[in-house]
């Protein structure tokens, strides 16, 4: 068993508690624990403030993107990459096979889960083949072709959106004029009710080990900021058949559902990666992180469902302060 592992954080921007809850797990587990970061620009990064080593990499869409992180894992001995944005997960997932060649795990779910986590239209379909909840969904196009089909008004969103960025509600069919060519807007039923987001944690098998849904009381940006964590079976079953039902999934997932005041839900979205809530997860007792350390460090695995319901977290905003900067 490894007595230290070095993790580092892709795209790390703002995720200075994802960084907190890996020293903590590091700590629980009595092991070392050296954490890199990299960002487009480090400087500007707040969680690269706080790493143990902060370096610059390219965007994860530029072809030197995946040899900078190579060397950078051969250079600094990583034993786990984790990703944090929806853009890069695809090219870390079709190439997580060079990383294990050189001794590093990548945490990121195989190519098909990846791609039909990045596409809102084919999860939709995909949660409608497992006879799971989901909004009506389709392309603008189609809509147009019957709107009367709809009940207005509805959402229209990208497909590979995230973090709420382009949706907007659309009030009437007239409105959707100009996007029926557009091919990465979707049309989606408009969901009333409370918001849901549901972390899973999937071992190195693909095996679903924790479910854990948490209440999005308020959301800023696309975050959640105040969320309290809830037992509620029908969400947790969605959750356990969802798993048995994804390919090659691994590491942190979560998905996203609206329940309504029949408390029937409706899952809207998969996002294949930590999601901005998971340090409530954490605080709960659904420690992703620590058994992602056990995985790395040869450890056995105690992932399980033993969570604690009822917990509330108010987030606030904190500053981290870098003496000498250059920047403008």
């Avoid at 944690?201 to 696309?222: Q, S």
């Avoid at 959640?224 to 039902?245: D, Q, S």
Wanted: charged share 25%.
């Amino acid at each position: 068993m490894k007595p230290e592992c070095t993790i580092l954080v892709a795209s790390a921007g703002r995720r200075v508690e994802l960084i907190q809850c890996f020293r903590e797990s590091a700590a629980a587990l009595g092991i070392g624990a050296r954490v890199i970061a990299v960002d487009l620009a480090p400087a500007r990064s707040a969680a690269c403030q706080v790493a143990d080593l902060a370096l610059p990499v390219p965007r994860c869409d530029h072809p030197d993107y995946v040899p900078a992180l190579l060397g950078i894992c051969a250079e600094h001995g990583v034993d786990l990459v984790v990703p944090t944005i929806d853009p890069e997960l695809a090219v870390l997932s079709r190439h997580a096979g060079d990383f294990r060649a050189g001794g590093t795990w990548v945490s990121v779910s195989g190519p098909a889960t990846v791609d039909m986590a990045r596409d809102k239209l084919r999860t939709a379909r995909l949660l409608a083949e497992l006879g799971l909840p989901v909004p009506r969904s389709a392309p603008v196009a189609e809509v147009l072709r019957a709107p009367q089909d709809w009940t207005w008004p509805v959402l229209v969103k990208p497909r590979s959106g995230s973090s709420s960025i382009g949706i907007r509600v659309v009030p009437s069919p007239d409105q959707l004029g100009g996007l029926e060519h557009d091919d990465d807007r979707l049309v989606q039923e408009l969901l009333r009710g409370e918001e849901y987001t549901v972390n899973l944690f999937f071992d190195r098998a693909g095996r679903l080990r924790c479910a854990i849904p948490h209440r999005r009381l308020e959301v800023r940006g696309g975050e959640v900021a105040k969320g309290i964590t809830m037992r509620h079976p029908e969400l947790e079953r969605i959750a356990w058949r969802l798993g048995a039902a994804l390919e090659g999934a691994r590491g942190a997932l979560c998905f996203q559902a609206i329940v309504d005041q029949a408390g029937t839900p409706m899952v809207f979205e998969i996002n294949a990666r930590f999601g901005g809530g998971y340090p409530l997860a954490q605080r709960a007792g659904a420690r992703f992180t620590q058994w992602l350390l056990e995985e790395a460090s040869g450890r056995p695995l105690s992932a399980g469902n033993d969570w604690e319901g009822g917990l509330l977290m108010l987030r606030y905003d904190q500053a981290v302060f870098r003496a000498g900067s250059t920047e403008r």
